[in-house]
């Protein structure tokens, strides 16, 4: 009997070593709970990164840009409102103003030529990051006041990248707006018809001039409705987010 014990454990060893495989090494590892929310940094911006309602990893991608004095943690508490499933990279701007940041700076008297360049210097940083955040996917991007700003400015220098820019009380200095021939990405902008902080004729301004340039944009304004949100807009705003996630709908 101890002969056949030894004859069958050198058979196994040629085979498997004379030893049983420990099932840890062969079951695949199990993949980490992904958390609610990660902050990264990424070419010098911070982020937040969350996935609404459970959405998966490969989730149409949502670029959020706050206004100013606002913080990325505050802005994309409002995405906890939304029902579709997207991801959503909220950026946090790069100066700190009152309780919160900003992104350019904005000063009474500014020409347009110096809001422009203002403007300029924050979106070329930005895009810079959000650039390499997506890793070539392309994205929706919205923003509130100066991150409506923003908004725009994405929409008009880097349309081959934007599939829809959603700007909410926001305008473009002329400086960055589209040349000649030149073509802005999808936008759908919003903006109250008694805000005092940003006219709603600068949005519409700008808009008409992407039109000018043979893009497809338009916006929606609200009698009444000052700088700031409300359930009306808000509604239009999510419904506005699934239609460029989801065209087909």
């Given at each position: 009997?101890?002969?056949?014990?030894?004859?069958?454990?050198?058979?196994?060893?040629?085979?498997?070593?004379?030893?049983?495989?420990?099932?840890?090494?062969?079951?695949?590892?199990?993949?980490?709970?992904?958390?609610?929310?990660?902050?990264?940094?990424?070419?010098?911006?911070?982020?937040?990164?969350?996935?609404?309602?459970?959405a998966?990893?490969?989730?149409?991608?949502?670029?959020?840009?706050?206004g100013?004095?606002?913080?990325?943690?505050?802005?994309?508490?409002?995405?906890?409102r939304?029902?579709?499933?997207?991801?959503?990279?909220?950026?946090?701007g790069?100066?700190?103003?009152g309780?919160?940041?900003?992104?350019?700076?904005?000063?009474?008297?500014?020409?347009?030529?110096?809001?422009?360049?203002?403007?300029?210097?924050?979106?070329?940083?930005?895009?810079?990051?959000?650039?390499?955040?997506?890793?070539?996917?392309?994205y929706?991007?919205?923003?509130?006041?100066?991150?409506?700003?923003?908004?725009?400015?994405?929409?008009?220098?880097?349309?081959?990248?934007?599939?829809?820019?959603?700007?909410?009380?926001?305008?473009?200095?002329?400086?960055?707006?589209?040349?000649?021939?030149?073509?802005?990405?999808?936008?759908?902008?919003?903006?109250?018809?008694?805000?005092?902080?940003?006219?709603?004729?600068?949005?519409?301004?700008t808009?008409?001039?992407?039109?000018?340039?043979?893009?497809?944009?338009?916006?929606?304004?609200?009698?009444?409705?000052?700088?700031?949100?409300?359930?009306?807009?808000?509604?239009?705003?999510?419904?506005?987010?699934?239609?460029?996630?989801?065209?087909?709908?």
């Open positions: 009997m101890k002969r056949l014990a030894a004859l069958a454990c050198a058979t196994l060893f040629v085979i498997t070593g004379c030893r049983t495989q420990p099932a840890s090494e062969t079951e695949e590892p199990k993949k980490a709970p992904r958390p609610e929310s990660r902050t990264f940094t990424v070419e010098g911006t911070e982020m937040i990164e969350t996935f609404t309602n459970d998966p990893d490969n989730a149409p991608i949502v670029v959020a840009i706050h100013r004095g606002d913080t990325p943690a505050a802005f994309s508490a409002l995405y906890k939304y029902g579709g499933k997207v991801h959503v990279l909220t950026a946090r790069y100066t700190p103003f309780d919160g940041f900003s992104w350019f700076a904005l000063k009474e008297g500014m020409t347009d030529a110096e809001l422009g360049a203002s403007v300029g210097e924050a979106l070329e940083k930005l895009h810079k990051s959000v650039a390499a955040a997506v890793g070539g996917k392309k929706v991007v919205t923003g509130f006041s100066q991150g409506a700003i923003l908004s725009y400015g994405f929409a008009s220098k880097y349309a081959n990248e934007v599939v829809c820019a959603i700007p909410i009380a926001g305008s473009l200095p002329g400086p960055l707006l589209p040349g000649e021939k030149q073509k802005a990405a999808k936008t759908r902008a919003f903006h109250g018809e008694a805000d005092t902080v940003i006219a709603s004729k600068w949005g519409t301004a808009v008409e001039s992407f039109a000018r340039n043979g893009a497809d944009a338009t916006i929606k304004t609200y009698a009444g409705l000052g700088h700031q949100f409300n359930q009306e807009l808000m509604t239009d705003y999510f419904a506005t987010i699934d239609g460029c996630v989801s065209p087909t709908k």
